[in-house]
């Protein structure tokens, strides 16, 4: 089951990955080692859940429902949010007047 997989590659497989994903759901243990395990999937409301909270999830729903445009777009914004950040952090000590030339 793809969710499973997505999960366990933005969170692991251990004990913190099913902590966290019962936090966003609301869900059970048993039934997050479910999901985890490819015993069973999640519900739709457990599914818009996690989708709200991972954008790893989100992709993968955007690609199965044949909405690759929305996938990569929502791709693009995660890389411009990322670059944005990386020139703050560049931009922070020259603000700062820690570099001397």
Known sequence: MLCSYVLKCELGS???AVKT??????????TVKNWLAEVSGPSGEHLLTLVRHSDL??????????????AYVQNLVEVRNRLAETV?????PLRNDELVE
């Open 88 to 92: 703050q952090q560049i931009d922070a």
């Open 57 to 70: 999830v989100l992709q993968a729903v955007l690609i199965l429902a044949g909405r690759h445009h929305a």
């Open 14 to 16: 251990n004990h913190q």
């Open 21 to 30: 994903v019962m936090a966003w759901t609301g869900a059970g243990e048993r």
